[in-house]
């Protein structure tokens, strides 16, 4: 991702309300407007397919979306993005479930064994070579999640439940240079939460760090961490909830509903307060607010990026447009979103945008689109279902 940008000091009120009540020179990457999920055993894993799939295999994507008035499509837009597409399947059959990408042919996903047994965490690498990280048995309702990289070092969260019904959650990581072993590095997490962020954990200063709920009567977050080495966990309370984002950041999770939206800082503990107007639910980066503006009777009616500042306001979206990701302007440039496409089964008939703040245009990326995720400035999404199943993506850090 890229660096740090501060709202500045002595920031003046404008007739947005966005000024900060208090200003720093470095605040943190992206608030939050959904409920966090938890993580929690169950669902989160791939379906066992009887199509025995031939490898897997690179292919290029033959369909070329038709953009509406006033937009690009990728192609025009970026005749150069780093793209690929890959099928939904690894060579002995079961479909493949991406969710980290090193590279657009790189990544580390999902797929059940063979037999349908365990659930298999892979590394599936640019010839379509498959390196088994972990595995984990379907009788525990096995659940992978919070995936993070630095340097060669690959972290994640693991949930599964027991035979009593209790479960318990573990951080794992593994250095993916040859003859790396995956190894735990705790179990004392807490009450993981998570909220399908590119933040929901972070690697600073050689530790691994995630936030968990409080067992408690009032809302309290803890912020815990540990070292990529393993050892005690070090934690710290604070009032109300919170998520993570970029480090040392975190951000109110209650974002994105009326109200303020605050920011902590959990190595100076400096708090940074948003005001937003009531008709407005926000969300910020330190860079850009996602305000989803609401009509007289309560429903969206158009969404606005602005300045925290309250400056350079635009219109990205109107009300049948909305937010694909939690996270705000991706690499400070990029908003992604979707809208209602004719194109595609009933669970792959989205159209994926992009809003590129730089160049103040909309950019069509594909339709027929099903899931939509983003970690690390990469972008991909689902095509079809069944033996139609594939995997696009891209580069977004190769968008000039």
């Known amino acids: 991702m890229s660096g740090d940008h501060g709202f500045g000091t002595a920031l003046g009120e404008t007739s947005d309300g966005y000024a900060p009540r208090h200003s720093d020179s470095a605040v943190p990457a992206a608030g939050r407007h959904r409920r966090a999920a938890r993580l929690r055993a169950g669902g989160l894993v791939g379906l066992v397919v009887a199509l025995a799939a031939s490898g897997v295999l690179l292919l290029t994507s ?9 937009e690009q499509t990728l192609a025009e837009a ?39 047994e365990y659930i298999r965490l892979l590394l599936r690498g640019r010839d379509g070579t498959l390196r088994e990280l972990h595995r984990l048995p379907y009788r525990d309702s096995p659940q992978f999640g919070g995936f993070t990289l630095a340097g060669d ?34 179990s004392d997490t807490g009450d993981v939460a998570f909220f399908n962020s590119d933040y929901d954990t972070v690697i600073a200063d050689g530790r691994l760090h995630w936030v968990a709920v409080a067992p408690s009567q009032d809302p309290v977050t803890e912020a815990r961490s540990v070292a990529l080495t393993g050892g005690p ?14 480090w040392p950041w975190l951000v109110s999770a209650g974002a994105g509903q009326a109200g303020p939206t605050r ?11 948003i005001g937003g107007p009531a008709t407005e639910l926000v969300t910020c980066s330190p860079s850009w607010c996602r305000a ?19 400056t350079d306001r635009r219109r990205i ?17 990029f908003e992604v979103l979707t809208r209602a496409g004719a194109e595609g089964p009933p669970t792959s008939s989205q159209e994926l945008l992009l809003y590129d703040v730089k160049q103040r245009r909309t950019v069509l990326v594909a339709t027929a689109v099903g ?8 972008l991909w999404w689902s095509t079809g279902d069944n033996e139609a199943l594939a995997w696009h993506v891209l580069d977004l850090r190769t968008l000039r």
């Not at 690894?90 to 996903?109: E, M």
């Not at 690959?154 to 318990?168: D, F, K, N």
Request: include cysteine; proline fraction near 7%; glycine fraction near 12%.
């Open 317 to 333: 979206a109107g009300s049948t447009t909305t937010a694909a990701l939690i996270d705000v302007a991706v690499l400070d440039r």
């Open 153 to 186: 070092t690959l972290a994640w969260a693991e949930s599964t439940i027991g035979p009593e019904g209790s479960g318990a959650t573990r951080m794992w990581a593994i250095d993916l240079g040859p003859g790396g072993a995956p190894h735990a590095l705790t």
């Open 233 to 246: 966990v070090t934690r710290r309370d604070l009032a109300g909830g919170w998520a993570m984002t970029r």
């Open 62 to 70: 033959n369909a070329r979306p038709r953009a509406t008035a006033g």
């Open 263 to 273: 920011l902590h800082n959990l190595v100076s503990g400096q708090e940074v307060t």
């Open 78 to 116: 970026w005749p150069h993005a780093k793209q690929a597409t890959l099928v939904g399947f690894v060579p002995d059959g079961p479909a493949y479930s991406p969710l980290y990408f090193l590279d657009t042919r790189t990544s580390v996903g999902t797929a059940p064994s063979r037999d349908g």
């Open 292 to 310: 989803l503006v609401l009509a007289g009777d309560g429903s969206p009616s158009r969404t606005d990026l602005v300045r925290p500042d309250g």
């Open 371 to 378: 899931m939509v995720l983003c970690r690390a400035g990469v």
